[in-house]
């Protein structure tokens, strides 16, 4: 890959400053991957599972769903409950929901 040069001088010291300047078909890859990570932080990172939901933290699913405890829900994980990992666990509520309803758990819900 080819570099441009350029100089910018320092403000304080005057001092020439060597900087290198990437070609188009370099700057053109930078874009594409700070694109694909921007998306992928928009869908994910930022709270927003797949489906436009929000992503509920362990506790915040907890409180939604009445009547189990942190230490059932951790169960629940290690039983295949459907969970999204970043770091720490994330939930979707509809995906929760839908895993208590396939197995005919008894809970009370609340409006969140």
Request: with cysteine; net charge negative; proline share 4%.
């Amino acid at each position: 890959m080819e570099y441009g040069w350029g100089f910018i001088f320092d403000p304080i010291d005057s001092i020439p400053i060597a900087i290198i300047i990437p070609d188009e078909n370099e700057v053109k890859e930078w874009i594409q991957v700070i694109c694909e990570y921007f998306e992928t932080a928009a869908s994910f990172g930022n709270g927003i599972g797949e489906k436009g939901e929000s992503l509920l933290s362990r506790k915040q699913i907890v409180g939604y769903l009445d009547n189990i405890s942190l230490v059932m829900l951790h169960a629940w994980m290690k039983q295949g409950s459907p969970y999204h990992k970043q770091g720490r666990a994330y939930f979707l509520k509809s995906e929760a929901l839908e895993y208590i309803k396939t197995r005919d758990i008894k809970i009370s819900r609340q409006e969140y």
